[in-house]
């Protein structure tokens, strides 16, 4: 223990004496061009190399012969991917509205977004079209997903444009990593950015990872895990292996860590797996990418962020002729107006803005070479904001002026929040009225769907745990004449199945198990023999193992058959 105090000490005499310290830095033009180019394209890199692999291997190595054959064309298979395109629509607000761009402008642009979102980004999104205005739009007390990864993989752009400037990283985060992102999940993201900023200037990658650490609060548990993966290095820097152990043990099987967590989406163990490639990698471009992708979990985006950090240190002009001589220039990144020489263009154009807001200055040489002289100052990163432990909600809402400039407004179903039996009953509410529910459990984020299997306005329920079901129940009128039939249209998940139970005053009139090849069917209940009466009838999702157990309900209504 005392050893590893001491190292940290050591860090920050290092950060507070040599590369802290006051002064400038001097960047060239040509000089920033090359290594703003060669993080892109190492983003580019890590993500159409690990797109294979995404979510397939969680809480396991990836064997050495499931990693894929990087092969030169591939270089253009990352214009389609979210890990790129998201962050671009954060470059956008900044190019049209200024680095001042206020935080409800930026979170009017993310919601106009037009691609499709999960996680943290999609629980932020559907906040900012519910008119829940930034920063509650992040706060846990409405979103369910505060800690998961996605400011994380969608920071590097905050460091392009700043290099040398940890403010400007930090600033960038408490603006666009608040629209989705909450504690641990803000801090991934700054923490990424502080590496590619300091990138910019610095070969030691110990030095890089002090730098981006200093920009989150050194009591947070994001920077607990930076510290440890630096710590597991220096004691084991032949075997990554064993650092991927003591990983898993801690930031997977250790309840203290996994609070606010949703699993293998949690920002700190993707986290861990970015540190893993760049530490054992050792700046070597296929190392840092193949590490950080055979660690698992998000094995994309990982070796995304570090493949863009290592390409920042090296620049674009020294990377392997084989990762780039195929890359396509014309080809937009999709959503978005930039392709790769409008994206950087634009990061040179914000990143002159910055230098200048950041105190700094662009000076000509003798010979008409630009330079960014740049303020050496130290990052002071926010206060503390603990997942489980929320401060106070702002009570930010949008103006009906600002609501309106909304072009994807809410479903009236789609109610949000953390606690998943009030989003189902919501949905319930507006789909199916008059249906109740008993409490549903967390996992799958049970409520409202605007589609499944081609049908819009789903309402989706999820077990409590184990073995309790969630129940909808209704008191139903049933109809004295004809042959009264209850339809329920029902479908499973794709990777799971339940048990699909119906009740009426209590007694079990159908048990059937919904599994297979998901599709919608319908489930009838003859109501003849309660002909004439009100009955409550209960409709269960049952769960009959521990794997997406989701019920998806498409529509129920009562139908009455001819004799």
């Known amino acids: 223990m005392a050893r590893n105090v001491l190292l940290w000490i050591v860090c920050g005499v290092w950060l507070a004496g040599t590369a802290w310290g006051q002064g400038e830095r001097r960047l060239s033009l040509d000089d920033y061009r090359d290594r703003m180019k060669g993080g892109w394209i190492g983003q580019i890199i890590g993500v159409a190399w690990g797109a294979p692999t995404e979510f397939k291997f969680n809480d396991v190595i990836i064997p050495q012969e499931k990693v894929p054959v990087w092969k030169p064309e591939m270089i253009n298979h990352a214009f389609g991917e979210d890990d790129l395109y998201v962050e671009m629509t954060f470059l956008r607000s900044l190019e049209q509205y200024g680095l001042d761009v206020d935080i409800r402008q930026a979170g009017i642009d993310f919601a106009n977004s037009e691609y499709q979102l999960w996680c943290a980004n999609d629980a932020g999104r559907r906040n900012l079209r519910r008119g829940i205005a930034p920063p509650d739009s992040s706060h846990p007390h409405f979103n369910s997903r ?28 408490e603006k666009f990593g608040r629209l989705m992102n909450y504690g641990d999940g803000v801090y991934g993201g700054q923490f990424m950015g502080g590496m590619y900023a300091e990138a910019f200037f610095e070969s030691d990658l110990h030095k890089v990872i002090a730098a981006g650490l200093a920009c989150i609060p050194a009591d947070s548990q994001y920077a607990e895990m930076v510290r440890d993966l630096v710590n597991w290095h220096r004691e ?20 203290a860590y996994q609070k606010a967590s949703n699993g293998a989406i949690d920002v700190k163990i993707n986290g861990a797996m970015v540190l893993l490639g760049l530490l054992y990698g050792r700046g070597d471009m296929e190392q840092t990418v193949v590490i950080s992708m055979r660690g698992g ?90 997942s ?20 994807f407004k809410a479903h009236p179903a789609d109610v949000g929040g953390d606690d998943p039996t009030r989003r189902v009953q919501g949905a319930l509410d507006a789909l199916l009225p008059g249906w109740t529910c ?30 309790t079901g969630v129940t909808l129940s209704k008191a139903i009128a ?45 489930v009838s209940i003859d109501l003849a023999t309660f002909a004439g009466q009100t009955v409550t009838v209960e409709l269960v999702n049952q769960p009959d193992g521990w794997s997406w157990e989701a019920a998806y309900w498409g529509g129920v209504e009562i139908r009455n058959a001819k004799r």
């Not at 505060?146 to 040398?164: R, T, V």
């Not at 084991?236 to 309840?255: E, I, N, S, V």
């Not at 489980?388 to 072009?407: D, L, M, N, V």
């Not at 008993?438 to 073995?467: C, F, I, S, W």
Request: charged fraction near 25%; proline fraction near 9%; glycine fraction near 8%.
């Open 146 to 173: 505060p800690n998961d990864i996605d400011y994380q993989i969608e920071a590097d752009f905050a460091g392009l444009i700043s290099p040398g400037m940890p403010a400007s990283v930090i600033a960038l985060g």
């Open 236 to 255: 084991a820097p032949q075997d990554w292996t064993l650092a991927w152990q003591r990983c898993l043990q801690k930031y997977r099987k250790d309840p």
């Open 297 to 386: 979990y998000d094995s994309d985006c990982n070796p995304s962020s570090a493949a863009g950090v290592v390409g920042t240190m090296i620049g674009f002009s020294k990377l392997p002729a084989h990762y780039t001589k195929e890359l396509k220039l014309e080809p937009k990144f999709s959503y978005t107006a930039y392709n790769v020489p409008a994206l950087l263009d634009v990061c040179e154009r914000l990143a002159r803005q910055t230098v200048v807001q950041q105190g700094g200055r662009i000076e000509r040489d003798a010979d008409g070479k630009e330079w960014f002289v740049i303020p050496v100052r130290p990052a002071q990163p926010g206060p503390l904001m603990l």
């Open 388 to 407: 489980w432990a929320p401060g106070p909600i702002a009570g930010s809402r949008f103006t009906e002026e600002e609501y309106a400039k909304i072009r």
């Open 438 to 467: 008993t409490p549903n459990g967390k996992d799958m984020e049970p409520g409202y769907r605007a589609e499944y299997l081609g049908r819009q306005h789903v309402v989706m329920t999820h077990p409590l745990d184990k073995t």
């Open 478 to 522: 049933v109809p004295k004449d004809g042959v009264p039939k209850l339809d329920v249209l029902l479908a499973n998940h794709d990777r799971g199945d339940f048990t699909f139970i119906a009740r009426v005053d209590g007694r079990e009139v159908i048990r059937k198990k919904i599994e297979g090849p998901p599709a919608w069917q319908t």
